[in-house]
């Protein structure tokens, strides 16, 4: 899927309207440039692309092939602030993180009730521009027991795309529900029979 921004040179102290994005544009070989975007441009693209996918950035009647590097948002209204792209060289390769996207069916989670639990959500990966995908997928159908995990060198990578990460950690694994142990719950002693071993100790006592 191909996906495509424009943008515009800011001017130098040129204030932004209500509707426009702040970034900048950098990368080898080229010399950086302030730019301005449409906001809700912006968010629609990135909310598909996200930063492991090529953007195709239209400036000055220029295509230019970059990366989102940096995303600054307010910490409050959770809105963009500034964006950062990074004009990649095609024959480059470069460096990306990836979600997984886990798929398939467990049956230890689905028929033995085990506990699901991914310990990575995402990957560090190195690949050639045109090799970066949107996800990797992770099937967990081969998760049949408790305590069954799978570990990175397990999972099936896109071609040209490497790992940079150590083979042997756990991607996600299946666990057995906890156990409560129900506590048994006091015996109360009714009001008779207490009572009545009231009344056994007197007799007792007045034998004496």
Same mark, same amino acid.
């Given at each position: 899927?191909?996906?495509?921004?424009?943008?515009?040179?800011?001017?130098?102290?040129?204030?932004?309207?209500? *509707?426009?994005?702040?970034?900048?544009?950098?990368?080898?070989g080229?010399?950086?440039?302030?730019l301005?975007?449409?906001?809700?441009?912006?968010?629609?693209?990135?909310?598909?692309?996200?930063?492991?996918?090529?953007?195709t950035?239209? #400036? *000055?009647?220029?295509?230019f092939?970059?990366?989102?590097?940096?995303?600054?948002?307010?910490?409050?209204?959770?809105?963009?602030?500034?964006?950062?792209?990074?004009?990649? *060289?095609m024959?480059?390769?470069?460096?990306?993180?990836?979600?997984?996207?886990?798929v398939?069916? &467990?049956?230890?989670?689905?028929? #033995?009730?085990?506990?699901?639990?991914?310990?990575?959500?995402?990957?560090?990966?190195?690949?050639?521009?045109?090799? #970066?995908? *949107?996800?990797?997928?992770?099937?967990?159908?081969?998760?049949?027991?408790?305590?069954?995990?799978?570990? #990175?060198?397990?999972?099936?990578?896109?071609?040209?795309?490497?790992?940079?990460?150590?083979?042997?950690?756990v991607?996600?694994?299946?666990?057995?529900?906890?156990?409560?142990?129900?506590?048994?719950?006091?015996?109360?002693?009714?009001?008779?029979?207490?009572?009545?071993?009231?009344? &056994?100790?007197?007799?007792?006592?007045?034998?004496?």
């Open positions: 899927m191909e996906f495509k921004l424009s943008a515009e040179i800011r001017v130098k102290n040129e204030k932004l309207g209500q *509707d426009d994005l702040a970034a900048v544009l950098y990368g080898r080229l010399e950086s440039a302030v301005k975007l449409n906001y809700n441009a912006f968010a629609k693209v990135f909310a598909e692309a996200g930063e492991s996918n090529l953007i950035l239209e #400036l *000055d009647k220029q295509e092939p970059v990366l989102v590097k940096a995303v600054q948002k307010d910490v409050l209204k959770g809105k963009y602030l500034h964006i950062d792209f990074y004009k990649v *060289d024959k480059a390769k470069v460096k990306a993180e990836i979600p997984l996207e886990f398939g069916e &467990s049956k230890a989670v689905k028929e #033995l009730g085990g506990i699901f639990l991914a310990n990575i959500n995402e990957v560090a990966v190195e690949c050639l521009p045109a090799n #970066l995908v *949107d996800h990797i997928d992770v099937d967990i159908s081969g998760l049949n027991e408790f305590g069954d995990a799978i570990h #990175l060198q397990d999972v099936k990578l896109p071609a040209g795309i490497e790992l940079m990460h150590e083979g042997n950690e991607v996600c694994i299946v666990e057995e529900p906890k156990k409560v142990e129900e506590e048994a719950p006091a015996v109360e002693t009714p009001a008779a029979e207490a009572a009545a071993t009231k009344e &056994s100790e007197t007799k007792a006592e007045d034998k004496k």
